[in-house]
């Protein structure tokens, strides 16, 4: 028993140090500790353990920053199965692990995929977290770039306007989220004119 407390605190170690390689940009090093954190997790803690979910979703994170979006899916994915099964698919917890997975569509330029994906997160957190939750912020912020990438600009544009009508209500106008809103309505907005 002394040891598996030793080999999670060791654990604990090495995903703090995958993370820094993750913040410097050395993912590739970071998946290697990464796959090895998670098959230890695997073996002492079992596939459903919050910590071995985190690890799962760690190691898909920078995965996903290397452009390996098969596994990426395949991580997200038996995240989501065990959110679902553990907490219903409406709880918080799920709707994160499912905007994850979207995220990553998006990333691999899977944009039809990712619509329907982001369409369902932003429902379901409206009526669990709210309008003005920070995650359904993001969610409608996914979903109107997911739409730009789409060639829909107006629909895009629309979203976008709600967002920073919204985020300058809750976060204030010059908050970086609400600059940033700005900054892709103006992109939306170019694209509308250029079309």
């Known amino acids: 028993m002394a040891n598996q407390k030793f080999d999670l605190v060791a ?5 703090a140090r995958a993370k820094e390689h993750h913040f410097l940009k050395s993912f590739a090093k970071s998946v290697e500790i990464l796959r090895g954190v998670l098959a ?5 803690q079992g596939d459903r353990h919050f910590q071995t979910i985190n690890a ?29 099964d ?11 692990s499912l905007s994850r997975l979207a995220n990553t569509y998006f990333a691999a330029g899977q944009y ?29 912020s996914s979903l109107a770039n997911t ?14 306007q709600e967002i920073i009508d919204d985020r ?6 010059d908050h970086p989220r609400t600059q940033l809103s700005r900054l892709r309505f103006e992109i939306v907005r170019k694209a509308i004119h250029s079309a």
Do not use: W
């Open 168 to 173: 300058v209500r809750v976060l204030g106008p």
């Open 112 to 140: 039809e995929n990712a619509r329907p994906m982001f369409v369902g997160i932003l429902a379901s957190r409206i009526k669990v977290l709210g309008r003005d939750h920070p995650d359904t912020l993001r969610s409608r």
């Open 86 to 96: 553990k907490l219903g698919p409406d709880h918080p917890q799920t709707l994160r």
């Open 56 to 84: 799962r979703s760690g190691l898909a994170r920078s995965l996903r920053a290397i452009h390996q979006y098969d596994e990426c899916f395949m991580l997200y994915s038996e995240n989501i199965r065990i959110h679902t």
């Open 40 to 44: 230890m997790r695997l073996i002492l």
């Open 11 to 15: 654990l604990s170690e090495l995903e």
């Open 147 to 160: 739409l730009s990438e789409l060639g829909m600009y107006r629909e895009s544009a629309v979203l976008h």
